[in-house]
């Protein structure tokens, strides 16, 4: 029983740990065009807001100095001291194109800290849904050099995926509802064990 019960709380962890929040950052070309998404949860646990900014609609890419994503309209910002991205490529910053998302998101790098920038009154854990596209622009246009390149937060992860179309978004359950029906599952299965006994 003890076994079982271990197995249980281990596979729930894992559960737990499996569903956090990630933001996943797309960008490719399609035709002759650009395009780009960012999508997922963000929490911004042990990060503080230092501010607001007015910011212009539009796709931003500076690739030499780890600046991308889509925005428009007010901008909310957050540093972040750590390990990141600071090269997507050699391209110097840049305004393309035009935002098509629901809020706002990208991120930008000074030379001891990472940035990134929500819509105003983004709250942790809310979704992104940033996007927009460039007609006539390329990877090679914003100097972007393909490859996937992970930037780990204190509570969150954000890969950037340059080159890569995104995949069909997959249903997903939420965390907690599955580790509760899996712990439930296992504990069933631990008392009919015992109870044959």
Do not use: C, H
């Amino acid at each position: 029983m003890k076994k079982l019960l271990a197995m249980g709380m281990a596979a729930a962890l894992a559960l737990t740990s499996a569903a956090s929040a990630a933001v996943q950052v797309f960008v490719w070309e399609e035709g002759r065009d650009l395009y780009l998404e960012a999508r997922g949860t963000l929490n911004l646990s042990g990060l503080t807001s230092q501010g607001s900014n007015e910011f212009l609609n539009g796709m931003i890419a500076g690739p030499s100095m780890g600046i991308l994503g889509a925005a428009q309209g007010p901008i909310e910002r957050y540093d972040v001291a750590g390990s990141f991205p600071r090269i997507f490529g050699n391209g110097a910053i840049s305004l393309i194109g035009t935002f098509t998302g629901t809020n706002s998101f990208f991120t930008d790098v000074t030379a001891s800290e990472g940035i990134i920038w929500v819509s105003e009154g983004f709250q942790s854990g809310d979704m992104i849904a940033a996007s927009a596209f460039a007609t006539r622009q390329s990877l090679d246009s914003i100097g972007a050099r393909p490859g996937i390149y992970t930037w780990q937060l204190p509570a969150d992860t954000i890969t950037f995926r340059i080159g890569t179309e995104p995949e069909a978004v997959v249903p997903n359950i939420p965390a907690p509802p599955a580790v509760v029906l899996f712990a439930t599952a296992l504990l069933a299965a631990g008392w009919r064990r015992l109870s044959a006994q």
